[in-house]
């Protein structure tokens, strides 16, 4: 059973304040993703990773970074945050082999006041 | 890139059957899939489709026609926890990211 999971279930920061959000699989995929998905538009790609070391922009990759050190773990960061990152943050992995099924995890809802 | 068009809501009676609809225009194709997601939470994976034709379920069958570009998901004897955002998403050649659809809002009532 894919189980993966992210740091908070909700985030409150300030404007301006650096923003951590956390994200862990334990199926050994190769592939994460985070998203973030506001009313009206969907679900938007952040950023992804293949692998190890490995990240690529999404399509909406301004304002945000990412690091990926260990393969079970993927991390965005706010460096700088702002009112319109306010928005609910979801993660998903998938194996690299057969469909790619993405798995979610419970998202994380960040408001920036 | 890719293109997905979803119906944005519906409201359907419980007991009844309701058909999502999804276009969708892509430049190389490699699998579509269904997602549910209540109010709150995250997608949850339903069903895939790579071939033409239908998949079958339990309650929910996914259909797919690659020559129109469009696929439908049916879901049959609706129950009140039906309701729900359904997210169609498209996998295109070559690359493992998915594009979703803005999803249909679906209403099940009494």
């Known amino acids: 059973d894919v189980k993966v999971t992210q740091s908070s279930r909700y985030l409150v920061k300030r404007t301006g304040e650096k923003v951590f959000l956390e994200c862990v699989q334990d199926m050994d995929h190769e592939n994460m993703f985070w998203y973030r998905q506001d009313p009206g538009l969907g679900l938007r790609l952040i950023y992804f990773?293949?692998?190890?070391?490995?990240?690529e922009k999404g399509d909406i990759p301004e304002g945000y970074s990412v690091s990926r050190e260990k393969k079970e773990r993927f991390s965005l960061i706010l460096e700088s945050a702002s009112t319109n990152q306010t928005s609910m943050y979801l993660c998903?992995?998938?194996?690299?082999?057969?469909?790619?099924?993405?798995?979610f995890g419970p998202g994380t809802r960040l408001l920036v006041l | 890139g890719q293109n997905i068009d979803q119906p944005t809501e519906m409201t359907a009676t419980e007991g009844a059957i309701v058909q999502i609809n999804c276009t969708y225009q892509?430049?190389?194709?490699?699998?579509l899939f269904w997602y549910q997601q209540h109010a709150g939470e995250a997608p949850t994976f339903l069903s895939y489709?790579?071939?033409?034709g239908l998949e079958e379920k339990g309650r929910f069958s996914s259909f797919l026609s690659r020559s129109k570009g469009y696929s439908y998901l049916l879901l049959k004897e609706l129950q009140m926890k039906d309701s729900a955002s359904y997210l169609c998403a498209v996998r295109e050649q070559g690359n493992n990211r998915l594009a979703f659809g803005k999803g249909n809002q679906v209403v099940v009532i009494p």
């Open positions: 998903a992995s998938s194996s690299r082999e057969g469909r790619g099924t993405q798995y």
């Open positions: 892509t430049s190389g194709f490699n699998g």
């Open positions: 990773s293949y692998d190890v070391k490995m990240k």
């Open positions: 489709n790579v071939l033409d």
